[in-house]
């Protein structure tokens, strides 16, 4: 099978090249013409010829464009690139209160942020999943912009199996773009994009593999695994000082992919299609080692006009699947936004780096070469009304998502241990608001229900410690997980919102709630009685 794909690969290269070296030749005269012209206009302007040396510029390429292609050799030079930061060691200590600094110097505009960690820190490479084989998905590129699922195969390569594959196809590809880029990264964007989209490059565009999403309970994480490791271990994330998810991993349990990291292989051209984060939670992505990654992205204000221009552009697909942008299979070259008026940004992500997206960032990138990378959602108190916008976009969108895990459940979890978790004072206080609004919320949902209907019969959940995941509404798929209203008759469900949730014209109606009116305020209570008797000091 693997031969086989090879094989079909080598075919289609030796078919292309051909047609390659004719572009090249004529590329060549070309530039041999361009040289001929300069070293006249140079003698003209009395420079000597020996002084005359090709600058090493992304602007300097010798053809500009070509008829057919679609797009010019320099087009991409126009996306800006994302910021850099650099922070100390003291700020880089403390992962989730630099968060809030970058928020403070007002890089969320750019979506995305660059850390380049201090000079100290150097994890040691940890990553040996031994003779553990990796799932891959397939990629051929000309259908990324048709929104087709990818083939996954399980079980395909060990590691270095995949690092041979990987680099023997960088060595053997042949690039297809008769330009010449000074910068290796330039050339594999024209042409990873041109394989993507242009019709004259789409023909002969390539699979590649991408062993993505290997959770790192059953593979490790590339960082050392221990307790006392650095902070900015993405393993130790989720443990880190207000952070909503320390109450989890206290539990010794884990939400794959979202408390605990996934890992990432790549190879060149290797994707990852447009997507915001789960829940518009906040993700930081380490590249281990290897080659770099290119990554782009939409600052989280232009999250609904990139929805518009997505859904405009590719109509028919998302006619025949509603649901394309949660499947993650669908990708849009950056240029196509960036002539719509959507601010893009863009950047390479080498070994070493991290790559921190904020709340309902839309990302998409491709890799340069076979590298390893580990990837972690961040979630806080202040990034609570960020969930709260993801849960009622979720609603409207029916039942193409669904949310992870009820926000609700976060917060009550966190609230009811509260003094046993790391928080700053003001995460805590924004914690303790959070659970006030939703308290205050809940009981004028239930009241809105007792008014809405003649009779309702208040009855608590049989099991209050069932999984949040156990009820859903009917209508918006989310989950119910303080309180669900259901029909006496047909037995139909729906969340608070949704409590005109069947079409029996049944008046009786059962409010299930998981917690009870009393122990929704008592709660409320406990912690302000909390507050009165602590001294402020809650493990600062
Ligand atoms: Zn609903
Ligand atoms: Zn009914």
């Known amino acids: ?56 510029s992304d602007d300097d390429e010798v053809v500009e464009s070509h008829p057919n292609y679609m797009r010019n050799a ?13 922070p100390t060691a003291e700020e880089f200590a403390n992962p989730l209160r630099l968060i809030e600094i970058l928020n403070e110097k007002g890089f969320a505009k750019y979506g995305c942020v660059k850390i380049r960690p201090p000079k100290s820190w150097k994890p040691e490479f940890s990553f040996n999943p031994s003779n553990k ?27 270095e199996e995949f690092k041979e594959m990987a680099d023997n196809f960088a060595k053997n590809y042949e690039q297809k773009s008769p330009f010449k880029f000074k910068n290796s990264f330039r050339a594999n964007e024209y042409e990873y994009w041109a394989m993507v989209e242009d019709p004259e490059f789409k023909k002969d565009s390539v699979t590649v593999e991408y062993a993505a999403d290997l959770p790192s309970s059953k593979y490790g994480s590339g960082f050392p695994s221990s307790n006392s490791g650095h902070p900015f271990y993405l393993n130790n994330l989720s443990n880190s000082k207000d952070s909503l998810f320390q109450i989890i991993t206290r539990k010794q349990e884990a939400i794959s992919g979202i408390s605990s990291p996934w890992m990432y292989s790549g190879m060149l051209f290797a994707s990852f299609c447009w997507h915001v984060e789960d829940l518009y939670m906040y993700s930081t992505n380490y590249m281990h080692k290897g080659a770099a990654k290119t990554w782009y992205c939409i600052p989280g204000d232009y999250k609904e ?36 008026k959507i601010p893009v940004y863009r950047t390479e992500q080498k070994a070493g780096e991290l790559i921190i997206t904020f709340p309902q960032v839309y990302h998409a990138g491709f890799s340069h070469g076979f590298n390893v990378s580990e990837a972690v959602n961040i979630a806080m108190p202040a990034w609570i009304p960020n969930a709260k916008q993801a849960t009622s976009d979720y609603a409207r969108d029916g039942s193409f998502k669904k949310c992870t895990f009820p926000y609700e459940w976060l917060i009550f979890e966190n609230i009811r241990k509260i003094n046993q978790l790391k928080f ?6 924004q ?32 099991n209050p410690h069932i999984r949040y995941d156990y009820h859903t509404c009917s209508t918006c798929s989310n989950y119910t997980y303080l309180s669900f209203i259901s029909c006496m008759t047909c037995k139909k469900a729906g969340c608070t ?44």
Do not use: W
Request: glycine share 2%; proline share 3%; charged share 35%.
């Open 1 to 56: 099978m693997k031969d086989a794909t090879i094989l079909r690969k080598t075919i289609s290269k030796l078919a292309v090249s051909k047609k390659c070296q004719e572009k090249a030749q004529q590329l060549c005269n070309l530039r041999a013409e361009k040289k001929e012209r300069k070293l006249e206009e140079s003698k003209f302007a009395g420079i000597p010829a020996s002084q005359i040396i090709e600058i090493e």
């Open 74 to 86: 320099s087009s991409y030079n126009e996306i800006p690139e994302v910021p850099i930061y650099e």
């Open 424 to 429: 700053s004072r003001e995460a805590r206080d």
């Open 305 to 340: 006009a990139f929805d518009n221009i997505i859904k405009e552009k590719f109509g028919v697909l998302f006619f025949k699947e509603p649901s394309l942008l949660y499947s993650i299979v669908l990708t849009m070259n950056p240029l196509e936004l960036v002539k719509r």
């Open 133 to 159: 084989k990796l799932n891959v998905r397939e990629q051929l590129l000309s259908n990324l912009n048709e929104g087709k699922s990818f083939i996954e195969n399980t079980n395909m390569y060990t590691l």
């Open 497 to 540: 919102h949704h409590i005109t949730v069947c079409n029996c014209l049944n008046t009786k109606m059962v409010l299930n709630t998981r917690f009870t009116e009393k122990e929704l305020t008592e709660t409320f209570i406990e912690i302000e009685e909390d507050e009165n008797t602590d001294d402020g000091d809650s493990e600062q």
């Open 431 to 462: 914690l303790i608001n959070a659970y006030k609004e939703m308290k205050d919320k809940e009981l004028g949902n239930r009241e809105k229900v007792m008014k809405c209907y003649d009779k309702v019969l208040v009855k608590p959940f049989n």
